[in-house]
């Protein structure tokens, strides 16, 4: 799932430990940072992966009800 994108790979990071300090559901997950090239630039896509969808579903609805963001993998 998707978390983020962000113009740094710093503040990608930076981006992590926001969420992470507010919510409790992030705590045991690692953050993945892809880098994709964007019209003279990149951008740097904080993500999660998780191996069982239900997981991912349950945790993207606890940081959509916060008011954090997340767009689901395929």
């Given at each position: 799932m998707q978390l983020g994108a962000f113009s740094t790979a710093r503040s990608a990071r930076e981006g992590w430990e926001k969420l992470r300090r507010a919510?409790?559901?992030?705590?045991?997950l690692s953050p993945v940072i892809d880098i994709e090239p964007a019209a003279g630039s990149s951008l740097y896509r904080l993500r999660v992966r998780f191996d069982d969808s239900d997981?991912?579903?349950?945790?993207c609805a606890a940081l959509l009800r916060g008011g954090a963001e997340c767009i689901p993998s395929q």
């Amino acid at each position: 799932m998707q978390l983020g994108a962000f113009s740094t790979a710093r503040s990608a990071r930076e981006g992590w430990e926001k969420l992470r300090r507010a919510f409790v559901e992030l705590q045991e997950l690692s953050p993945v940072i892809d880098i994709e090239p964007a019209a003279g630039s990149s951008l740097y896509r904080l993500r999660v992966r998780f191996d069982d969808s239900d997981e991912a579903e349950r945790i993207c609805a606890a940081l959509l009800r916060g008011g954090a963001e997340c767009i689901p993998s395929q």
